[in-house]
Structures are given as structure tokens and as C-alpha cells.
């Protein structure tokens, strides 16, 4: 009688080590050896892809926020609270910057004169930007005037 063929093989992907009778396990083991080595082609297409469609990425991005959100808001407020104890200084000053700059929380309105973006003038999606910590009032005021408090818009 014939030998039979005793030879066994391993999948080739990095890190599996699973007996096979072809060079791979599965479909995704054979995926991943592909991105591995062509993964510098694989990330220049998709940049090449992102500068294309800025708009598309946005909402993507948008979309997969809010599924996070939903799926781990515990989490979310979680980290939350870590970044508030982490600094609270920064997180009471940007609460009393809104409040003074929009006269809520018993504050006098005390709006930033030039209610365009710093860097391109746009006048959609503004954020208020501080340069420094701001407590109190007269130290807000006192920014606003010097221009250490102004808007940027989202993509700045």
C-alpha cells in the first residue's frame, strides 16, 4: 500500500495556528493576511477616499456617535465625570464663560462683539473658545475685551 501524505499544514496568517488542508482557515483569516500586507495601500486609499467625500464622513462619523452613545451611555457618563474630576477648574470656567456670554444663570448678557469665526469668518455651527481659565465675571469681561474670548467654528 501508498504512504499517505502526513504533512500537516498551518494557516499562514500571523498568530493562527489552525491545522488546514488550503493555505488558510477562513475567509477572514485570509482578509487579514491580505491588510497586512498591503496595508499601506489599503490606508491610502481610504484617506484618498475621506478627502474625497468630507460631507459622507461627518455624517458617518455622526452615526457611529450616536450608536456609542446609545449602546454605552453608562460608559459615556463615565468618562464624563473622570474629565470633570480630572480638571475641574477648566470645566467651571467653560460653564460660567456660556452663562456670562448668554446671561443665564442669573448673569447679565455680556455678549463677545464679533460673532464670526476667528479663523475663516463663517457664521454657521460657532463654538465659544477661551484661551485661558475664567471664573469670575470681571476676569470673562476683562477676556472678551482683550479678544482672548472669541467663536470658532466646528471645523477650527
Known amino acids: 500500500m501508498g504512504e499517505a501524505n502526513t504533512t500537516v499544514r498551518v494557516c499562514l496568517t500571523e498568530g493562527c495556528n489552525k491545522k488546514v488542508k488550503r493555505k488558510y482557515c477562513s475567509r477572514k483569516c485570509s482578509d487579514r493576511n491580505y491588510y497586512l ?6 490606508v491610502a486609499r481610504i484617506n484618498r477616499w475621506r478627502l474625497k467625500n468630507p460631507e459622507k464622513v461627518k455624517e458617518l462619523i455622526r452615526e457611529n456617535n450616536k450608536k456609542y452613545y446609545l449602546n454605552n451611555r453608562e ?5 464624563m465625570r473622570k474629565q ?6 477648566l470645566w467651571n470656567s467653560r460653564s ?10 442669573g448673569y447679565v448678557e455680556y455678549p463677545i462683539p464679533n460673532s464670526t469665526c476667528k479663523v475663516c469668518g463663517s457664521t454657521k455651527k460657532l463654538r465659544i473658545h477661551c484661551e485661558g481659565i475664567y471664573r469670575y465675571k470681571r476676569n470673562v469681561v476683562e477676556a472678551i475685551n482683550k479678544e482672548k474670548i472669541y467663536y470658532l467654528c466646528s471645523l477650527h
Open 37 to 42: 500586507k498591503n496595508k499601506e495601500q489599503v
Open 96 to 105: 460660567s464663560v456660556y452663562n456670562i456670554v448668554n446671561g443665564k444663570g
Open 84 to 89: 470633570y474630576h480630572k480638571n475641574k477648574e
Open 75 to 79: 460608559k459615556h457618563h463615565e468618562a
